[in-house]
């Protein structure tokens, strides 16, 4: 329907997405979105711990 989206259609988009929202706002998106990577993978990583131990709690 649209078709493929090349470089120069996805650098204006990206022009108008900084327009709009401004750097600092873009900014402030990008370290939220990294501190919810983090916090999603540190509970991944518990969460597979807590499975772990329950099994071998499970095999003793």
Not at 8 to 23: A, D, K, M, Q, S
Not at 25 to 49: D, H, N, P, T
Request: aromatic residues 8%; charged residues 30%.
């Amino acid at each position: 329907m649209f078709g493929s989206f090349g470089t120069p259609e996805l650098l204006i988009i990206l022009v108008v997405v900084l327009l709009v929202f401004g750097v600092g706002r873009i900014s402030k998106l990008g370290s939220e979105m990294g501190k919810g990577i983090r916090a999603f993978r540190e509970g991944v990583r518990e969460g597979q711990a807590e499975e772990k131990n329950q099994d071998e709690f499970k095999e003793s």
